[in-house]
């Protein structure tokens, strides 16, 4: 394959992006092109809230087949953009890779508390002796090697009682509803609305033994737990409210996690007409917001 790589502005790289795709471009990647130095800016969105601006130099890598032609390629997309051109890129040939042996490198065994290990199918076990979670997260979410993942795992570790009952709501690869099983909860139940996160996920659960279940958010959630958990981002976590406190048992935790630092008051905010939200913690720019249902009213 050829690498075209060029820098565009914010004000063009979105039509920039879509000519490249419509003059055959295999794919395109936008990133910042400071990033690495002290101007990188970081850029979140998330369902519910307006589109992510872009930065305002953009690094433009698009891929195309050996044999197509570039230049061509590119003077079309540049055209129908409006941009000159003249504008200067670089043509780079890509080798092949293992993709599948490259992006398991990108996971390594990681221990998150003193007894607690989450470890990849295709590594050894490192401690023999430690909680271990063998993971192959497949296309969904949660490897352990996100803080948001690492705090909800973290908490587990602290927090839940033996023999306690959690739902997992928005599940990805199964991996905190596994772990509950293995640190002592009596059921552990896996609700996510994507089908390849539930089909991962019943697959780690049966790697590790343990005899947690997982359906479609579509199905109805028969009984309340003693923890329920939502490692999800910020805006359906404030929509979710009424349903995840309803899943909650008088008395019981709510743990909610994939929070940005400055999104955690309006997250609260949604949950305290049910609940006690009095505990924070933090990794890096995310937080981990953890309270009790009320003992009454609240519904």
């Known amino acids: 394959m050829l690498a075209a790589t060029l820098i565009v502005d914010a004000r063009c790289v979105e039509t920039f992006s879509d000519a490249l795709l419509e003059a055959g471009a295999l794919s395109v990647d936008v990133t910042d092109a400071a990033a ?90 490192v401690d023999a002796a430690a909680i271990n979670i063998r993971l192959d997260p497949g ?14 795992l973290r908490w587990l570790d602290a927090h839940l009682q033996p023999g306690a009952t959690v739902i997992d709501y928005g599940c990805g690869s199964g991996i905190l509803a596994v772990a509950a099983m293995k640190l002592g909860a009596a059921r552990a139940e896996g609700v996510d609305i994507d089908e390849q996160a539930l089909l991962a996920a019943r697959h780690n659960a049966l790697q590790n033994q343990t005899p947690a279940v997982f359906h479609a958010a579509a199905d109805d959630v028969k009984s309340r737990a003693d923890v329920v958990l939502a490692n999800i981002l910020a ?55 953890s309270g009790s249902r009320h003992a009454a009213g609240g519904d």
């Not at 709510?254 to 939200?277: C, H, K, N, T």
């Open 235 to 289: 805006n359906p976590l404030v929509v979710l409210a009424p349903l995840l406190a309803g899943l909650t048992r008088r008395g019981g935790r709510i743990v909610l996690s994939g929070i940005l630092a400055p999104q955690a008051d309006e997250v609260r905010a949604a949950y305290q007409p049910w609940f006690d939200m009095n505990a924070t913690e933090r990794e890096d720019e995310w937080v981990l917001l």
């Open 139 to 152: 296309l969904a979410f949660g490897t352990g090697t996100h803080p948001s993942t690492r705090l909800c």
């Open 36 to 125: 690495g130095t002290p101007r990188e800016q970081p850029v979140f969105a998330e369902p519910g809230s307006a589109p992510a601006v872009s930065w305002p130099l953009n690094r433009v890598v698009a891929l195309f087949a050996e044999d197509a032609q570039v230049a061509a390629r590119m003077s079309e997309a540049l055209r129908a953009a409006s941009l000159p051109e003249h504008t200067r890129y670089d043509i780079d040939a890509v080798s092949d890779q293992d993709w599948v042996r490259l992006t398991q490198a990108q996971f390594t065994p990681q221990q998150i508390t003193s007894r607690l290990w989450v470890v990849p199918t295709w590594h050894d076990i």
